[in-house]
């Protein structure tokens, strides 16, 4: 297949969003390259696609290399010439003196691709914890890839199909499993891998692993805290780096607010914060964000954000996910870009991973209190912790003992289980299948979800400890498959701004995996080595505050007056019998039962809530992807 501008020019502008600030192309016959750039490292030289010296390299690249200035000198001590300043031109340079090991000296957000002319190679890298998307398809005509699902939808070899059995996944465990995707033609690069297509063969190799081995880590309590400070604080530091400004989200958590802090502690005198503030107070945590900004300094900024807002909002959330979604949380953070973006600025450090690495989520701590549970299991009070846990989960706090008991898996099998700590929430999920048509169900009735998560687990999973094994599931899976995807990227650089998360700096996941678990959940006090290092550089009240999860509001979100009155028009006629029927996917029957409970407002669970939106999202997938693409961008 010969590489065509005008393809090419289509693929680009479907994702003109990731980089509004210039195109570039590189065409050599079946060979091309496009490029829509961000502006933020060497505003006026870093064009690309970017060639070496003879033009037999070139790269196309999404991202940053934080570390770029270490390996840019390095590499003039060695004889290399540069001709910009950006971090994109070091890529290139260092793959010409290291090749594909290329990828271990780079520290920073990536997915790239390199057009070796001399090798005929293509090389594709996705960066170790997944913060950059790249996604590709083989086709009988040639190989493309992308950033997102949009510019390969457009090539015509690429055939538009939903997954049921990708769906299937994501029903079960809020994520599909790379390197499937929601479309059957397509596949996701996983994180920490790189690709060669070479000569129509398509070669997948991991570069790096996430594991854990406390046994290597810090002797003693102060040489943790004392590590993990100076490590974020460089993580911090090289992620500051930038030639336009750079802001920070302040949710009024203990993440973003270390994130700040650090930021104040380096010699930042002005720094610009972001925030979603909630009309409904039991999302809002606008107090909490004013308390850290009044500490710190800031000069801070909310975005409002109502419950319509995020039923207004919800098609073009959709169009950015290229996939459902569970819950409508990535869409107040659509709105904190647009005004991030609004006032200026295009890079914002955020506090995203701290609770993958250094153990900060209810799950966490529930897998703790359900083997506590099972050791004493006619126990009266340990039941309790597990609904003073889940405040916001109405339905549990009247339940008997024995529907907890099964509902949260304490019995002895499930404690022999390698997903004990996720079978509650993943069995929770998989309870929505029941809105399945029977098509659907009779199509995936012989997938097997969590043998395929089990087929991918590292060889060394079972002898971790069950505390790290919990964390390797969020951090390998919905990390970059949803809080870096839909909540993160794709929300970001809808608006066309970059997030930055100084707690994936891969030295500090490292050094994170080498920590006691007891370090990071002390009895149950969640991230408390995170918490000893930082000390007083934030407020007392959000150090010691219990975590709350970031939440907003779900199935209320698509009335048009907020929690009663009429739906959206677009909700309405998606979720329609006709509609649900023609896509294929859910039984319209027992959707249209779900559509009576919320005119009525008797959606109170989770599960119902999760359904609505997971029925929903689907559905918008299904029209704007399927049957209405591509939609005018």
Not at 417 to 424: E, R, Y
Not at 609 to 628: C, E, P, R, Y
């Amino acid at each position: 297949m010969r590489a065509e501008r005008p393809l090419l020019e289509h693929m680009i502008g479907m994702v003109n969003h990731r980089g509004p600030d210039a195109a570039g192309f590189h065409l050599s016959g079946s060979v091309g390259l496009a490029h829509a750039r961000l502006s933020i490292i060497d505003v006026g030289g870093g064009h690309q696609p970017m060639h070496n010296e003879d033009k037999t390299v070139w790269i196309t690249f999404n991202g940053e290399i934080f570390n770029y200035v270490e390996l840019r000198e390095d590499l003039i001590r060695k004889g290399h010439r540069f001709q910009t300043q950006s971090d994109t031109e070091v890529i290139v340079h260092l793959y010409e003196e290291k090749g594909e090991d290329c990828v271990q000296y780079l520290n920073g957000q990536w997915a790239f691709a390199i057009w070796d002319s001399r090798s005929e190679r293509l090389f594709l890298s996705r960066d170790r914890v997944g913060v950059r998307p790249l996604f590709y398809a083989k086709t009988a005509e040639g190989f493309v890839f992308g950033s997102e699902i949009k510019s390969l939808l457009v090539v015509p070899s690429v055939h538009r199909a939903i997954d049921l059995e990708a769906l299937d996944e994501l029903f079960t465990f809020w994520v599909t499993l790379p390197p499937r995707t929601i479309f059957s033609d397509v596949s996701e690069l996983p994180p920490g891998h790189s690709l060669i297509f070479h000569r129509g063969d398509v070669q997948i190799q991991p570069y790096w692993r996430l594991d854990y081995n406390p046994s290597s880590g810090p002797k003693t309590e102060e040489e943790a805290r004392e590590g993990l400070l100076e490590l974020l604080l460089d993580a911090t530091r090289i992620r500051l780096r930038s030639d336009v400004p750079v802001g920070a989200y302040l949710s009024g958590g203990l993440d973003s607010t270390v994130i700040a802090a650090l930021v104040k502690k380096l010699g930042t005198t002005h720094l610009r914060t972001f925030s979603v503030a909630f009309e409904d107070k039991e999302f809002d945590e606008s107090s909490f964000q004013n308390e850290a900004s009044s500490f710190l300094k800031t000069d801070h900024q909310g975005v409002l954000c109502a419950s319509q807002d995020i039923g207004r909002v919800f098609p073009d959330v959709i169009w950015h996910t290229e996939k459902p979604v569970l819950r409508t949380a990535p869409a107040p953070l659509f709105l904190l870009s647009k005004l991030v973006r609004d006032q200026g600025y295009k890079v914002v450090l955020t506090g995203e991973g701290s609770d993958e690495m250094l153990g900060g989520y209810d799950i966490f701590k529930e897998a703790k209190i359900r083997r506590f549970w099972a050791e004493y299991p006619e126990s009266k009070v340990r039941p309790i912790l597990l609904r003073r846990l889940y405040p916001y989960m109405k339905n549990l706090q009247s339940q008997p003992d024995a529907y907890l008991r099964a509902f949260f898996h304490v019995r002895k099998d499930d404690l022999e289980s390698p997903f004990f700590s996720h079978l509650p929430r993943w069995d929770m999920t998989s309870r929505l299948k029941v809105f399945f048509s029977r098509e659907t169900r009779e199509r995936v009735k012989n997938s097997n979800a969590m043998g395929s998560i089990e087929g991918q687990l590292p060889s060394r999973y079972r002898q971790w400890d069950s505390f790290s094994q919990s964390q390797y599931l969020e951090a390998a899976y919905l990390l970059p498959g949803y809080i870096l995807s839909s909540q993160g990227d794709r929300m970001a650089m809808a608006h066309s701004v970059e997030g930055r998360y100084p707690f994936l700096d891969y030295r500090v996941v490292e050094f994170a995996s080498r920590l006691s678990p007891k370090l990071k959940m002390k009895v149950l006090n969640e991230k408390y080595l995170l918490k000893a290092a930082v000390g007083n550089l934030i407020p007392a009240a959000i150090r010691n505050r219990h975590k709350q999860p970031y939440r907003a509001p779900d199935s209320q979100s698509f009335f048009v007056e907020g929690k009663s009155g009429k739906l959206f028009e677009y909700v309405e006629e998606l979720l329609a019998p006709r509609a649900v029927s023609g896509a294929g996917v859910f039984d319209s029957g027992t959707v249209e039962k779900l559509l009576a409970k919320a005119r009525q407002g008797q959606i109170v669970g989770v599960k119902d809530n999760m359904a609505f939106v997971g029925i929903l999202s689907t559905q918008l997938v299904v029209d704007q992807f399927i049957k209405n693409f591509p939609r005018s961008v």
